[in-house]
């Protein structure tokens, strides 16, 4: 069965730089989510998407933006990168329909910061 | 708002034996998800088990099993006979039930580590 896809796999920056991370939900999926996992932490919910809209909101910066294109591919904008930023980002998709089902995760970016 | 507390930061054992990870929640919502997830040292998420708040029967997958007790908020995970392959750390998450402005965001208990040892 077909997974999320996250792209790239891995990315190192430099402080201050801009990066971009891709993700490819499940077919017919319709709600995509970001999640932050720094080192020994637990993911943090950022911001999630329905239908191309943005459905909620949470910790995320505001040197960070999102968005959901007609494809359903999601992209996670992050500029103005600090030292903190360096984490496990983690793209999850569901098909939420009229109710609540199962967040698939992708095998996240792992992003470092120098 | 929600919460999930795993106590458990680690946990070690050998082969075989048995294993129970718990899993504490707060919420004033009363229909919402539970969830359990893997995470390997590899890094990844893996989806074990979802369950709504209106099904409270226990749930049994192979060597897993799940104690889901309304009456004490708790969501406990079993491992029967552990193996090695078992030492990951897994979480325990709690969502709402999708609409409105909760899309079904996880908020994720601190995790425990299991290791497995031969």
């Known amino acids: 069965a077909a997974g999320v896809i996250q792209s790239p796999r891995h990315l190192i920056k430099e402080k201050r730089e801009t990066a971009t991370l891709k993700c490819y939900p499940i077919?017919?999926?319709?709600?995509v989510y970001w999640y932050q996992q720094g080192p020994g932490q637990d993911p943090q919910f950022l911001i999630s998407f329905y239908e191309k809209m943005q459905s909620d909101k949470g910790s995320i910066p505001d040197r960070f933006s999102a968005q959901q294109f007609s494809d359903y591919h999601s992209e996670l904008n992050m500029s103005s990168l600090e030292l903190g930023d360096s984490a496990l980002y983690f793209c999850a998709s569901s098909f939420t329909g009229g109710g609540t089902d199962t967040q698939y995760f992708g095998p996240g970016t792992r992003l470092t910061v120098l | 708002a929600q919460k999930v507390t795993q106590a458990q930061t680690e946990i070690s054992v050998v082969e075989k034996e048995d294993v129970t990870l718990d899993c504490v929640y707060e919420t004033r919502d009363t229909t919402y998800y539970l969830f359990w997830y893997k995470q390997p040292p590899s890094g990844e998420l893996v989806f074990l088990i979802r369950r709504n708040s209106f099904d409270e029967q226990n749930e049994i997958s192979g060597r897993y099993s799940w104690n889901f007790q309304k009456s004490t908020s708790s969501f406990n995970f079993t491992i029967t006979a552990s193996q090695v392959v078992d030492s990951a750390v897994y979480f325990c998450?709690?969502?709402?039930?999708?609409?409105?402005?909760?899309?079904?965001?996880?908020?994720f208990g601190q995790g425990t580590i299991l290791t497995v040892h031969p």
């Open positions: 077919p017919r999926h319709d709600t």
């Open positions: 998450a709690l969502s709402r039930q999708a609409g409105g402005t909760s899309y079904g965001k996880l908020t």
